[in-house]
């Protein structure tokens, strides 16, 4: 395990709050579905010496010297890259998902053209369009939305893209629990002529795995997080697969030139070892029965949470996140005090929304949980069984608190609320509980 020894030394501060926050990891059950405990290796490789380059530029053709090793390190993550997910071309320097997404926007779009994404408060990501996103601000959004059982609407697809001719359309999501259909996504955009990216940052891993349908036959352009299910450094990396450059041969170019100069300077070298190593990783026998896994404990954990009653969007889960609909239980906005008392519990989720969601995205009625952390930690179907057990009393604790209405009281009322439940009792017994069990699941070594 990494000692941090220079740390304690230099910056006694930062170094009391990295090891409280790695107890935190350690002695609680992270449900958050974009996030996991990543290899040592991987971590090695963020602490190395490569935070010390600067090289501007793609390998071979840089603007700084000295790059003959970040060169072989960058064309290996390349090379993993198309391999992995039989991509025609990668660029594998976005600091992260989100300005990955932005170079796509940069390279397809000019600013005023029309794109079309799903909503946020239905499952989409801040850069596939949202109001308050620069996407937003610079292109003219169209956002797309679910149905009422929490499908995508592919008739409200094909009516929105009919009329308004959108020049790029997003498939993917960050809250959905179903897997992405991206054969249908392509028909849309293939009939309108609109570059079709998807946006994989979610199921990447599951992906890998053979858990998840590819979108490379389908779509132009696939942009990744790397440090949701594949596990790796948090970074971001964009392909463009064999369709994208029939449809645009400057297809690879333009991402390149988006990245920079268009958004970027410097690559974070260190970062990019980091995600080779982590692709190499997901390239192994171990990780495809990792992937499947993660949809095998989605499942269990779905099972567990409806068995004690509560209700999920869908009704389940075809991949490695589910959503857990409060109204039933807390009534609108609920998803607020529900993420509170897990927390106090030792569990840790996000308040989400859900379709058709009551409430308001601020205060909204879901809870959105997942398994690619547990599953790192060598967790199975048993032991999810567990953990939906917990999760189902520790939210039965809320039973006398319900969100008021009046958004004056709303402030006061949670306050009273979270003191209230800090001192819980049955809460404190799971919290104990849990960190016994945790033991038995140590983090990645
Ligand atoms: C997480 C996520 C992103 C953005 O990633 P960041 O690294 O947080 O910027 C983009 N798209 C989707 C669908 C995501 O889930």
């Known amino acids: ?66 790059n003959e090793f970040v060169d072989q390190v960058e064309l290996l993550a390349i090379e993993r890259t198309k ?49 308050y996103s620069a996407t937003a601000t610079f292109y003219k959004s169209v956002p797309y939305h679910v149905k009422e059982d929490g499908r995508i609407d592919m008739d409200e697809v094909w009516a929105l893209a009919k009329e308004h001719k959108p020049k790029l359309i997003w498939a993917g999501a960050t809250a959905y629990p179903f897997m992405y259909e991206y054969d249908k996504f392509a028909e849309v955009a293939d ?81 990019t070892a980091a995600i080779a190593i982590a692709l190499k990783e997901a390239s192994t026998a171990q990780f495809r029965s990792y992937g499947k896994q993660i949809v ?35 009534g609108a906005g609920g998803g607020i005090l529900g993420s509170e008392v897990l927390e106090v519990a030792g569990m840790t989720v996000n308040k989400n929304t859900i379709p058709k969601d009551p409430s308001t995205a601020l205060f909204p009625s879901g809870l959105r949980l997942g398994t690619p952390a547990l599953t790192t930690r060598g967790m199975k179907e048993k ?12 939210l039965a604790e809320t039973e006398p608190y319900r969100l008021p209405t009046d958004m004056k009281e709303r402030s006061i009322y949670l306050e009273n609320f979270k003191k209230e439940i800090a001192k819980n009792k049955n809460l404190q017994k799971i919290r104990k509980e849990i960190k016994t069990f945790c033991k038995k699941y140590p983090l990645p070594r």
């Open 83 to 131: 391999k992995l997910f039989g991509v025609a071309h990668a660029n594998v320097q976005p600091y992260s998902g989100s300005p990955a997404n932005l170079a796509v926007y940069l390279a397809t779009c000019n600013p005023g053209d029309t794109v079309m994404g799903l909503n946020l408060p239905d499952g989409g990501h801040l850069t596939h369009g949202w109001k």
């Open 383 to 394: 032991e999810m069984k567990q953990v939906g057990k917990w999760i189902a009393e520790a």
């Open 296 to 330: 095998k404990n989605a499942k269990a954990l779905a099972d567990s949470l409806k068995r004690h009653g509560l209700k999920l969007v869908a009704d389940g889960t075809e991949n490695h996140l589910m959503l857990i609909d409060l109204v039933p239980t807390l």
């Open 1 to 66: 395990m990494q000692k941090y020894d220079h740390i304690q030394k230099e910056d006694k501060k930062i170094y009391d709050l990295i090891l409280a926050e790695k107890k935190r990891q350690e002695d609680g059950l992270e449900l958050i579905p974009s996030e996991n405990y990543t290899s040592q290796a991987v971590m090695e490789a963020m602490g190395s010496i490569l935070t010390n380059k600067y090289s501007e530029g793609y390998a071979g053709k840089r603007y700084y010297g000295g």
């Open 191 to 271: 009939s309108v002529g609109a570059y079709l990216a998807a946006d994989i940052a979610h199921v990447a891993g599951l992906i890998v795995a053979g858990a998840h349908p590819n979108p490379a036959p389908y779509a132009h352009i696939i942009t990744t997080t790397t440090h949701k299910t594949l596990r790796g450094p948090r970074g971001g990396i964009i392909m463009v697969t064999d369709k994208g450059l029939a449809k645009d041969v400057d297809l690879s170019k333009k991402i390149d030139k988006a990245i920079i100069p268009g958004l970027q300077g410097g690559p974070h070298d260190h970062q």
